[in-house]
């Protein structure tokens, strides 16, 4: 096979500027959110810009969530986007996801929360019929998936994982079997295969593996499935992060899962994929372009990032300050003993420092980090699951600090990891958060990884 590049990006979430999104209703929804919502189509025309003139590569790989949640507008003003970057030459592939199909979306202006017309997910194969559906060797039309070869011997499994769009967030019966048969197929004429799904195939760290979609669930069986069926590399999104994770089979197979930031959400990121050869991939990451809009004199990356700061920043307030809002917001059960508990643990995290933590625990705290206030180091910790690369590995301060509190649990926590299984495997908290405070695995922007 001839070497092969290609762009991803992914959660483009665009949303028409035909649609309203101001008001004070606009801003408390704004309060928890990651994306940008307003500043959307800036955000996609700048990287269409950028990937239309780019040389690098011809094609476009888009892994789902394409409009910012259903409306009909947003997806025909997409599409206008898609067919100016094909006149520039550029061939696109997409998927769609959940937000792609949604009866109910809103928009917001001065009178509150508005409802414009939504798209059913029955529309979608026409919609998107010239990206992909077009130029397939094989369509599952029931569940808006295609195989395509889309380089000489380069077999892309686009693969939608709604399944019945409501419960079951996986593939279907039918389109199992689909997937089985093109894999075999693949396998006997020698392609080399990989796969685009929405949801990652792989948890990003293992707090993902217990929240209820941060994982397609059914992933663990399918990564065994494409690995020794002779795909060993998938690329995901769904979750807004950037990871670069890795399994190997009983049988000894590897399957890698890419994770790409939304285009719209710090870490905003887009990828820069060459197969060199059936075996050899390298993946770069390039930042998402400026944006035309007033940001307040930030750069856009700080633009991005204080969006996404806010967002945690606010949850951890109303712990403190109005916890019952912080309940809503995340549909937690309205239990007063709930309701003080955050509020006590909330005081807290706004006035502590690491050091002052450390001294409550009796753990020796390296000077450097005592007086890093808790808050601003919980948030860190957030941001650095989603941003990967996460940098405090073992042998740095923050760790030793953060981890030496911890230990003071460990009996309970050896309890809890006796007698507590979260979908089947034991909870080792202490594991998680190990894992979750730094990286040990591949460079998760830049890397090459060899997949056989
Ligand atoms: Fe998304
Ligand atoms: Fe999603």
């Known amino acids: 096979m001839k070497p092969f590049k290609f762009f991803l990006i992914t959660d483009t979430h665009y949303f028409s500027e035909k649609l309203p999104a101001f008001g004070e209703a606009y801003k408390d929804f704004m309060d928890g959110e990651q994306k940008c919502f307003a500043e959307t189509a800036a955000i996609n025309k700048a990287a269409a810009e950028y990937l239309s003139k780019s040389e690098e590569a011809d094609t476009i790989l888009i892994a789902g969530d394409l409009s910012f949640n259903g409306e009909k507008q947003s997806h025909l003003d997409f599409i206008e986007l898609l067919k100016g970057l094909k006149s520039a030459g550029k061939k696109i592939y997409v998927i769609t996801a959940g937000h792609d199909c949604n009866e109910h979306p809103f ?14 997910r029955e529309e979608l194969y026409d919609l998107y019929y010239e990206f992909g559906f077009s130029e397939a060797l094989s369509v599952h039309k029931d569940s808006l998936s295609y195989v395509a070869e889309i380089s000489e011997d380069v077999w892309l499994f686009a693969l939608n994982n709604d399944g019945d769009g409501e419960y079951h967030h996986t593939y279907t019966a039918s389109q199992r079997e689909w997937i089985d048969e093109m894999l075999r197929k693949g396998a006997e004429l020698g392609k080399m295969m990989f796969v685009m799904n929405h949801y990652p195939l792989l948890p990003a760290c293992p707090v993902f593996g217990l929240i209820g979609d941060a994982v397609m669930p059914g992933a663990d069986e399918m990564t065994t499935v494409f690995a020794d069926g002779g795909a060993h590399l998938g690329f995901t999104g769904h979750m807004h992060n950037q990871s670069i994770k890795c399994k190997t089979t009983e049988k000894g197979n590897k399957f890698w899962d890419v994770c790409t930031g939304s285009l719209i959400g710090c870490p905003a990121f887009m990828r820069l994929v060459e197969i060199k050869d059936k075996s050899t991939v390298q993946i770069k990451s390039i930042p998402v372009p400026d944006f035309k809009w007033d940001k307040g004199g930030l750069s856009h990356e ?78 860190e910790i957030v941001r650095n699951i989603f941003t990967g690369n996460a940098p405090y590995t073992e042998d740095t301060d923050e760790y030793k600090a953060f981890m030496g509190v911890i230990s003071r649990f460990s009996p309970v926590l050896a309890i809890v990891k006796k007698k507590v299984k979260v979908k089947g495997k034991p909870l080792d908290v202490k594991q998680m958060l190990h894992e979750c405070l730094g990286n040990y695995g591949v460079d998760e922007y830049n890397t090459t990884l060899t997949l056989e």
């Open 107 to 120: 928009a917001f202006d001065d009178t509150g929360r508005l409802s414009p017309e939504g798209t059913k």
């Open 302 to 379: 700080e633009y991005l990032q204080r969006q996404f700061d806010m967002m945690i920043g606010n949850y951890l307030d109303y712990m403190a300050n109005d916890p019952e809002r912080l309940m809503r917001k995340l549909r937690l059960p309205d239990k007063a003993v709930l309701k003080k508990l955050l509020s006590k643990l909330g005081g807290f995290v706004q006035k502590a420092t690491l050091g002052s933590v450390c001294k409550k625990f009796l753990v020796k705290c390296p000077d450097s980090v005592k007086d890093r206030p808790l808050k601003g180091f919980l948030l």
